[in-house]
């Protein structure tokens, strides 16, 4: 089991930055390719962005490219979502989930998922 704790969420006006952190425990965090994804009122849950085991690979949605970075400090057990230029369709949950393998955006491959985050961006 690998349990999951995102942190770092909050309100930000439009244009603003935020970064949130997924922190592991349980198994040993370098096995896992991570992944962040969203859910916003009255909406599936969406792809974010991907980062590989040892984090030399990475992938984004399109809508985020450009302003998010993902990035993980397995020294720490910790995987990292900046957010730059936050727009109000930002706004959702955000999810941290584990994959054993690295499979990018497809959802049904993660494992173990956080509880979320709230980001909320005010235009």
């Known amino acids: 089991q690998v349990q999951l704790v995102e942190s770092g969420g909050g309100l930000v006006q439009a244009g603003g930055s935020l970064r949130l952190s997924c922190a592991a425990s349980?198994?040993?965090?370098?096995?896992?390719?991570m992944g962040w994804f969203r859910q916003a009122p009255g909406k599936r849950r969406e792809f974010v962005a991907a980062i590989s085991r040892s984090g030399g690979s990475t992938s984004y949605a399109d809508s985020v490219k450009g302003r998010f970075t993902i990035s993980r400090d397995n020294a720490k057990n910790t995987m990292y979502l900046q957010m730059n230029s936050l727009k109000p369709e930002d706004t959702a949950v955000y999810y941290c989930?584990?994959?054993?393998?690295?499979?990018?955006?497809?959802?049904?491959?993660?494992?173990?998922w956080g509880h979320g985050t709230q980001v909320t961006v005010s235009s």
């Open positions: 989930a584990a994959d054993h393998a690295y499979t990018g955006g497809r959802e049904s491959a993660y494992d173990y």
């Open positions: 349980g198994r040993t965090f370098s096995n896992y390719a």
